[in-house]
Each structure stands twice: as C-alpha cells, then as structure tokens.
C-alpha cells in the first residue's frame, strides 16, 4: 500500500493509498508505512473514509508524530499529512 | 455484566414494583371525570410533583414528554417561538444529535456550534462571543457528556447567556440522579431511563420567568394522547431511590471508574477521553488505536459484557462520533462503559483483566504493528 515518493529535502516522503478502506484499517497502514523510517518522513495517507479526518491527527498526537495538515485530492476523499518525529 | 448504562440503566426491584402497582391503579385515563381517573390522576401529578422537586424545579414548569428527544425538540421549538426577531441557535459542540438536529430544524438552519477544548468544556470566550450578537434566540449547553462523562462549567456558562439575555437550556439527560442537579438553567431536559426509570418518557422543566409558545397544535399538552402514568410513576420511584443512596453511590461508581481511567490509560496505544476529575461519576469512554469498535463490542458480548461505543463503524452513517471528534478522539475501537448502581468491584476486576488481552488479539487479527 505504501509508496515511496522520490526523495525531496532532507526527508523522504511516503504515500499510503488507503482510498475504499473503512476505520481503523487506515491508520493501520499508515502504522504500517512509518515503522522504521527517519524522522522528518513525511507520509501521506490518501482516505475516502472521513473518520480518517479525526484519525490521522489522533494517531500523530498518541504515538508522538506531527500532523501537518489536510488537503483535497483530485480524485474523491482527502489527504492526510503527518510527519514522523 | 451490564456496563452500558448510560441512557438506560436496569429497573431495580422497587421500581419494577412501583411500575406494576401504576398498571394496578392508574391504569385509567387521567384526563376524564371518574374516580378511577382521578386516581391515575393523583398518582401522575403525584409523581411529576416528585420529579420536579428533584430537579429544583415548580411542578407546574415540568412537562412530561414522550422521550427526552421529543422533550428537546418541544423546548427548543417552544422557546425559539417565544423569541420572535432572534432566529439563531447557538450549541456547545457536545451536545446531542437531538439537540442539534431539532436546533437545525427549528432556526431553519441558523445553528452555532461553539467548540470545546480537549476535554470536552465549552470554550466560554467564544460562547460569549457569539451570544453578545443580539439574534441569539436560544443557547444550548448540556450539564454533563452521556459519551465522555465532561460535567460543563455551567455557572460560568450562564452568566455568559444572564448577560446576553439568552435563555439556556441545559440538556441534564446524563446527568440527573448521578450527582446534584444543576442549578444555573432556564430550560432543563432529564431522561428517566438514565437513573434507571422505564424507557419512553421524558422530563422538561421550565423556570417561572422562561417564555415559550406551543409551536404544535396541541396548545399547553407537550405530550400529545397522554403519557404512560405507571412510567411516571416509576421514574419517580427510581429517581427517589437515587437520590436515598446518591453520596454512597456516586463516591464508589466515581472510584471504580478512575480506577478503569488509571488501568485503560497504561495500556498500549489506549486514550482516555474527557474530564478525569469534573466529570460524571459513572461514565467514561476510551479508545483503542487500530481497533474495530464493532468488532470489540461483540468480542466483549460473546464473554458475557455489555459495553458501549462511540465508535463511528458501528453506525450507519459512517460519519465519525461529533463528540469524539470534537474532543480529537479517535473515530474507532471507543469503549463506552456506564456503570449503574449494581455494579461491582468485581466486575470492574474481571473488565480490566479482559480487555488488555480482547485488544490484543483484535490488534493481531487486524494485522496492526506492534505499539511502542
């Protein structure tokens, strides 16, 4: 599900397709796509479940991540940023 | 082991008893002219007498309804009604679904919804904000939190609204018999299945001073085709066997249920939501990362355990819970307990050894990674 994007900066960036997925499974796979990656990875979590909205940044503050922020796609649902710490 | 009380708690015997004995002798229809009608009469009013008296409120103010929702759909429209040029609601963000889809509905959609901090209270400075502009008809606060337990800081909520001359309703439906009624009010909703009455029933109370117009045909009656006396009845029965034991009862449910807050919160990846100390002595709500909600509460049925959840897969409108959201909760893996009376240490011993090992094995079968 999680897809390394060319390296930009100093951190890598990460996008963890979770489009169709009902909670909790989104932020399962983006527990997934963070284990053992540098801190400043930036991952984002593309979701049409809108509990994800809620989720993603519960998730950040829980495990200690920082959310960044919500965009719209292009296609339907959201995309949810956090970055790793 | 029943631990979803909050909304309905358990009938104790007396009550059951007091509930049979209103099939026995009010049975009939109060409002024609027999003896037999005035016997169910006496016990209606006798009743509601009793109720009002708990809430701090005149008899003659409290209004039964046909549910604590249609309670608050009346009160809101009634009040709305009364305040002819004010076409706006203005509602703390906790409030319930009730609350805000009657609001919604009745200021054809000029509702407000006024956030709270992460704990659930309602941001008193943006209240004050909204309720100084002077279209204000009604402001909606709830006394306590039916999902996380949060008791508002309601003193400091109506000055804010004295201040405006707004009146408040205060939605109390999580709250009564649980503690002390609120005080600071203009219009009050109470639910009697939560202190453990029958189902189906609904309180409002109005102060003296509190205007309102019927905004239904049925003129003063806020519950049309009458109300189930021995439901009454009961209520009034349940909320008066409450209040004999309320000290004894709220201190040991507010012990038990810290003790689940201190356990829940050491536990891997688990957050415990609302207030921990100006909160419902029976109430809490914690959520469990890359747990599925549904899939908790059945797992804790199959052992014999009745909890709650806000969780939005449990719902049908995959919308997650306003509440939780509103807290920054997860949407998922909430467990609601709401102990009632009856519940013991040893109940609470054999939930808090469950659960680690129920979260666990959900968390293995959904394939989530290890928590640091």
Redo the contacts between chains.
């Keep these: 599900m999680a897809q390394d994007d060319a390296a930009a900066g100093g951190g890598g960036r990460v996008t963890v397709d979770a489009t169709g997925m009902l909670c909790p499974l989104p932020i399962i796979e983006l527990a997934k796509a963070a284990r053992g990656r540098d801190a400043g990875t930036e991952i984002t979590v593309l979701a049409t479940d809108l509990a994800a909205r809620v989720d993603v940044p519960a998730w950040a503050r829980m495990t200690g991540h920082e959310f960044v922020g919500e965009k719209k796609t292009d296609g339907p649902g959201i995309a949810l940023t956090v970055r790793l710490r | 082991m029943f631990l979803d009380a909050s909304g309905s708690a358990p009938m104790t015997n007396r009550t059951l008893e007091a509930f049979h004995a209103g099939l026995a002798d009010g049975w009939a229809d109060p409002s024609r002219l027999h003896s037999e009608s005035r016997r169910a009469r006496q016990l209606l009013d006798a009743s509601r007498e009793a109720i009002a008296e708990a809430l701090g409120a005149r008899p003659e103010h409290t209004h039964l309804a046909h549910s604590p929702h249609a309670g608050l759909e009346r009160v809101i429209a009634g009040v709305f009604a009364a305040r002819r040029g004010r076409d706006r609601i203005v509602a703390s963000a906790v409030e319930r679904d009730a609350t805000m889809h009657a609001a919604h509905h009745v200021a054809g959609g000029a509702l407000t919804v006024v956030p709270v901090d992460a704990r659930g209270h309602v941001d008193l400075d943006a209240l004050a904000e909204e309720l100084a502009v002077p279209d204000v008809a009604l402001a909606a606060v709830q006394h306590a939190n039916h999902e996380i337990g949060t008791v508002q800081r309601l003193d400091r909520v109506a000055e804010a609204a004295a201040a405006a001359r707004v009146p408040l309703l205060v939605d109390a439906t999580a709250s009564i018999g649980h503690g002390p009624a609120p005080q600071h009010w203009d219009a009050l909703v109470a639910n009697p299945a939560d202190w453990g009455g029958p189902a189906g029933l609904g309180i409002v109370a109005l102060r003296p001073q509190t205007r309102w117009l019927p905004a239904w045909p049925e003129g003063d009656d806020w519950a049309p085709g009458g109300v189930l006396v021995p439901a009454v009845l009961a209520a009034a029965v349940a909320l008066q066997e409450r209040r004999e034991l309320l000290d004894e009862t709220s201190l040991r449910l507010h012990r038990l249920i810290a003790r689940v807050r201190d356990a829940a919160a050491s536990w891997p ?1 688990v ?1 415990v939501v609302g207030d921990p100390d100006e909160r419902l002595p029976h109430v809490v709500t914690f ?1 469990c ?4 909600g549904e899939a908790l509460l059945s797992r804790l049925d199959r052992e014999g355990v009745a909890v709650g959840s806000g ?3 449990t719902t049908s409108t ?3 819970s306003r509440v ?2 509103a807290v ?6 909430n467990v609601r307990l709401g102990l009632h009376p009856g519940v013991t240490d040893a109940d609470i011993d054999r939930l808090l050894d469950l659960l680690p090992r129920v979260i666990a094995d959900l968390r293995d079968e ?4 290890e ?2």
């Design positions: 990846g957050d959520s990362l890359y747990v599925d969780s939005a897969c995959l919308e997650p939780l959201a920054g909760a997860l949407s998922h893996g959904a394939g989530a990674p928590i640091a």
